[in-house]
């Protein structure tokens, strides 16, 4: 990663938000490259997916400043972020149970003919395509997502990401509803990704998975990020150490949640 | 032959299997839910024949049922909407009361004397002035529930008290009436309806529609080679269609004036009485032909455009749909907006067919829609329902009304028997969705 010639694609700074007094993100600071995969670690409750669903619109920060492409942008709502080509697959998956997988694709963003109505076959068409790409054996478009399998849904709400040619791509435990084949196809889709320059928030608690595909790490504990790291420069015992304890070790950079020594 | 043609290329055609019952609706894509309604209607309809003595299942009486279900049927829609959307509306009735009062003001007091006695502007005023008024309810209503997040059950609870109150204080409790004579075809009756020569051209139109919408969505699906049904299937549908348009515009032209009226008519035009009394057919009524048309635009809106797309996504998780970048609070206005402006074509079809604008019209009328809307196979959980679905639920509610009337059964029993086979099918519907799931 050439990281030093190149300007980061978003960047997350001092952000803050309280829910009824208890601060769930604490003047956390993040950041992520074109064509990098960060990984987001930390316990349940440590504060990575309110942070990150901050990043795209559902929530609104307290205080802090998100830039994009080095400019202050304004993110309000989920419309916003999407315009910004921010794309998130939620950890709840976030799809629509009662309409059928190329509605779901095109939520939001449906495809109308010439007279303004919903052009249906051919939203259906692109998103047999799609569909083809991630998951080949998916064959069920004329059915409600709620008859899918949790892998099928899964491949929905990743194919809606990536249907719009997102240019930051935030995934929230995306293998967590997946078998181990499913998991490896998630993976070579990151991979794959990433080589097309998308910029991915990887926001996990499997610290293999982690491991295995970001580049960096990123560990959040109480709300505050304990530190930051290339994968290359710290082992799993010392991001683990950085999960539970809090403890930054030598190889990452300290953020305000590190632990005194 | 085409069934043939079918398996030949089934790249293209869907996979069918199983007992030739279950390969029939799979390859016609019948939506068993509806057939199970159908059915249940067509139950209602013998047994009640049967029960009062041959007298159901005549022109004379559908005919009849086709009017006084057009008021709740169009109200029915909406409610199908707004119940996808997990919300309720039970202010329709007194709505509908409310518009009904202030259209019959204004067609009977306001216009005439700017506009002359009878003028044939007057309807048209009247009935755009109410669907105004419904939207701006509507607008508010919708507002209160999605801006203030006050529940829908308390928001349209407080709508019934209110409206019900505004239309008994508009005139101070006074009827108004007559209505004017444009406007009053709006209720159907001999003059509102539009004989037997119009209808079958309707008829014509419509058969003519199903076979161009059938040949349609096959050509799309063919430009994209999705699977296709089979030919023969595609045969049925057009033939179900056509066949149950035609056999309903055959029952309405089979029902002719009352003789009175037609000896009346044929003076007023100079003809000649024939021998044995004048037949002048019905045809379709007006009312009945406003809530066709009522209830195919609220398909095309549920089915076709991104707002009914919404609507049902919305439903299903409400969350998603926020996060999909869908102004849900919006969408749930437009819905109210949508349904009040329902309630003042209801009101139309309602205080025409009376004759008058009274401050009780439309009571109890939120209960069968809902019940209409909920034995339609509209889910209270959100997310699941039809348009058509609901129309027939309407049907339905409306026959067994209008069956315990013709079997002399006393005004309290009816409530009963209605009651219960609410509960009774929507018994039956969990039953079927927990089975299907």
Same mark, same amino acid.
């Given at each position: 990663?050439?990281?030093?010639?190149?300007? %980061?694609?978003?960047?997350?700074?001092?952000?803050?938000?309280? +829910?009824?007094?208890?601060?769930?993100?604490?003047?956390?600071?993040?950041?992520?490259?074109?064509?990098?995969?960060?990984?987001?670690?930390?316990?349940?409750?440590?504060?990575?997916?309110?942070?990150?669903?901050?990043?795209?619109?559902?929530?609104?920060?307290? $205080?802090?400043?998100?830039?994009?492409?080095?400019?202050?942008?304004?993110?309000?709502?989920?419309?916003?972020?999407?315009?910004?080509?921010?794309?998130?697959?939620?950890?709840?998956? /976030?799809?629509?149970?009662?309409?059928?997988?190329?509605?779901?694709?095109?939520?939001?963003?449906?495809?109308?003919?010439?007279?303004?109505?919903?052009?249906?076959?051919?939203?259906?068409?692109?998103?047999?395509?799609?569909?083809?790409?991630?998951? %080949?054996?998916?064959?069920?478009?004329?059915?409600?997502?709620?008859?899918?399998?949790?892998?099928?849904?899964?491949?929905? !709400?990743?194919?809606?990401?990536?249907?719009?040619?997102?240019?930051?791509?935030?995934?929230?435990?995306?293998?967590?509803?997946?078998?181990?084949?499913?998991? #490896? #196809?998630? /993976?070579?889709?990151?991979?794959? @990704?990433?080589?097309?320059?998308?910029?991915?928030?990887?926001?996990?608690?499997?610290?293999?998975?982690?491991?295995?595909?970001?580049?960096?790490?990123?560990?959040?504990?109480?709300?505050?990020?304990?530190?930051?790291?290339?994968?290359?420069?710290?082992?799993?015992?010392?991001?683990?150490?950085?999960?539970?304890?809090?403890?930054?070790?030598?190889?990452?950079?300290?953020? %305000?949640?590190?632990?005194?020594? | 032959? /085409?069934?043939?043609?079918?398996?030949?290329?089934?790249?293209?055609?869907?996979?069918?299997?199983?007992?030739?019952?279950?390969?029939?609706?799979?390859?016609?894509?019948?939506?068993?839910?509806?057939?199970?309604?159908?059915?249940?209607?067509?139950?209602?309809?013998?047994?009640?024949?049967?029960?009062?003595?041959?007298?159901?299942?005549?022109?004379?009486?559908?005919?009849?049922?086709?009017?006084?279900?057009?008021?709740?049927?169009?109200?029915?829609?909406?409610?199908?909407?707004?119940?996808?959307?997990?919300?309720?509306?039970?202010?329709?009735?007194?709505?509908?009361?409310?518009?009904?009062?202030?259209?019959?003001?204004?067609?009977?007091?306001?216009?005439?004397?700017?506009?002359?006695?009878?003028?044939?502007?007057?309807?048209?005023?009247?009935?755009?002035?109410?669907?105004?008024?419904?939207?701006?309810?509507?607008?508010?209503?919708?507002?209160?529930?999605?801006?203030?997040?006050?529940?829908?059950?308390?928001?349209?609870?407080?709508?019934?008290?209110?409206?019900?109150?505004?239309?008994?204080?508009?005139?101070?409790?006074?009827?108004?009436?007559?209505?004017?004579?444009?406007?009053?075809?709006?209720?159907?009756?001999?003059?509102?309806?539009?004989?037997?020569?119009?209808?079958?051209?309707?008829?014509? +139109? /419509?058969?003519?529609?199903?076979?161009?919408? @059938? $040949? =349609?969505?096959?050509?799309?699906?063919?430009?994209?080679?999705?699977?296709?049904?089979?030919?023969?299937?595609?045969?049925?549908?057009?033939?179900?269609?056509?066949?149950?348009?035609?056999? $309903?515009?055959?029952?309405?032209?089979? =029902?002719?004036?009352?003789?009175?009226?037609? !000896?009346?008519?044929? #003076?007023?035009?100079?003809?000649?009485?024939?021998?044995?009394?004048?037949?002048?057919?019905?045809?379709?009524?007006?009312?009945?032909?406003?809530?066709?048309?009522?209830?195919?635009?609220?398909? +095309?809106?549920?089915?076709?455009?991104? +707002?009914?797309?919404?609507?049902?996504?919305?439903?299903?998780?409400?969350?998603?749909?926020?996060? $999909?970048?869908?102004?849900?609070?919006?969408?749930?206005?437009?819905?109210?907006?949508?349904?009040?402006?329902?309630?003042?074509?209801?009101?139309?079809?309602?205080?025409?067919?009376?004759?008058?604008?009274?401050?009780?019209?439309?009571?109890?009328?939120?209960?069968?829609?809902? !019940?209409?809307?909920?034995?339609?196979?509209?889910?209270?959980?959100?997310?699941?329902?039809?348009?058509?679905?609901?129309?027939?639920?309407?049907?339905?509610?409306?026959?067994?009304?209008?069956?315990?009337?013709?079997?002399?059964?006393?005004?309290?029993? #009816?409530?009963?028997?209605?009651?219960?086979?609410?509960?009774?099918?929507?018994?039956?519907?969990?039953? =079927?969705?927990?089975?299907?799931?």
């Amino acid at each position: 990663m050439s990281q030093v010639a190149v300007k %980061p694609l978003v960047e997350l700074e001092d952000i803050s938000i309280a +829910f009824g007094g208890i601060k769930a993100v604490d003047r956390a600071s993040i950041d992520l490259y074109p064509g990098e995969v960060v990984g987001l670690l930390g316990h349940n409750g440590a504060g990575k997916s309110t942070l990150i669903k901050i990043l795209s619109g559902a929530y609104r920060r307290d $205080a802090g400043e998100i830039r994009i492409d080095g400019q202050p942008a304004t993110i309000n709502n989920p419309r916003d972020a999407k315009a910004y080509g921010i794309e998130t697959i939620y950890q709840t998956l /976030a799809v629509a149970d009662n309409v059928d997988a190329a509605a779901n694709l095109f939520l939001g963003r449906e495809l109308t003919t010439a007279i303004g109505t919903l052009d249906d076959v051919a939203m259906e068409a692109k998103a047999r395509e799609v569909m083809g790409r991630l998951n %080949p054996n998916f064959r069920r478009f004329k059915e409600p997502v709620k008859a899918l399998s949790g892998g099928q849904r899964q491949s929905v !709400a990743i194919a809606r990401a990536i249907l719009f040619n997102a240019r930051i791509l935030i995934m929230d435990e995306p293998t967590a509803a997946l078998g181990p084949q499913e998991t #490896q #196809q998630v /993976a070579d889709l990151i991979k794959q @990704l990433k080589s097309e320059g998308i910029g991915i928030f990887l926001i996990s608690h499997d610290i293999h998975d982690v491991f295995d595909l970001a580049d960096r790490v990123c560990v959040m504990k109480n709300g505050q990020v304990v530190g930051t790291a290339k994968t290359s420069d710290v082992t799993k015992d010392e991001v683990l150490g950085m999960i539970i304890m809090g403890k930054c070790p030598p190889g990452a950079i300290p953020g %305000p949640g590190a632990m005194r020594v | 032959m /085409a069934e043939q043609n079918a398996t030949a290329n089934s790249a293209h055609s869907l996979t069918i299997e199983g007992n030739p019952v279950r390969k029939f609706l799979t390859a016609t894509e019948i939506d068993t839910r509806l057939l199970g309604m159908v059915g249940a209607l067509l139950l209602i309809w013998i047994g009640f024949h049967f029960l009062s003595g041959g007298l159901f299942i005549t022109p004379r009486n559908l005919w009849n049922l086709s009017v006084q279900t057009a008021s709740v049927a169009v109200m029915a829609t909406g409610m199908v909407l707004v119940i996808v959307t997990r919300n309720i509306d039970l202010s329709v009735g007194a709505v509908l009361g409310t518009l009904a009062m202030l259209m019959g003001v204004m067609q009977a007091e306001i216009l005439p004397p700017i506009l002359g006695f009878g003028h044939p502007a007057i309807w048209v005023l009247t009935l755009a002035f109410g669907l105004f008024v419904g939207l701006l309810i509507g607008l508010l209503q919708g507002t209160i529930i999605a801006y203030l997040r006050v529940p829908a059950f308390i928001v349209t609870l407080g709508g019934f008290l209110i409206w019900r109150g505004t239309a008994w204080w508009i005139t101070s409790g006074r009827t108004v009436a007559p209505l004017d004579s444009t406007f009053q075809l709006m209720g159907g009756g001999p003059m509102g309806s539009i004989g037997a020569t119009a209808s079958w051209i309707v008829a014509a +139109f /419509a058969c003519a529609g199903v076979i161009i919408y @059938l $040949a =349609y969505a096959r050509r799309q699906r063919r430009r994209f080679s999705f699977p296709q049904r089979p030919m023969w299937a595609e045969g049925v549908l057009a033939a179900i269609g056509c066949g149950v348009t035609l056999a $309903a515009v055959a029952v309405f032209n089979a =029902y002719p004036w009352p003789v009175r009226i037609a !000896a009346n008519y044929a #003076q007023a035009q100079g003809m000649e009485v024939p021998e044995g009394g004048l037949f002048i057919s019905h045809g379709i009524a007006v009312p009945v032909l406003m809530a066709v048309m009522v209830g195919l635009i609220m398909t +095309f809106i549920a089915m076709r455009t991104r +707002f009914g797309r919404y609507v049902f996504a919305i439903g299903g998780n409400p969350e998603a749909a926020e996060l $999909a970048g869908i102004n849900t609070r919006w969408v749930t206005v437009k819905v109210y907006m949508l349904m009040g402006a329902l309630c003042a074509i209801a009101a139309s079809i309602s205080s025409a067919r009376l004759n008058a604008a009274t401050n009780a019209m439309g009571t109890l009328d939120e209960l069968y829609v809902i !019940a209409a809307a909920v034995i339609g196979g509209t889910s209270l959980s959100g997310g699941v329902g039809t348009v058509v679905g609901a129309m027939i639920g309407a049907l339905v509610m409306q026959s067994l009304q209008s069956g315990m009337v013709l079997m002399g059964l006393d005004s309290p029993l #009816q409530s009963i028997v209605v009651g219960i086979v609410l509960v009774f099918a929507v018994w039956l519907d969990t039953l =079927y969705r927990n089975r299907a799931n």
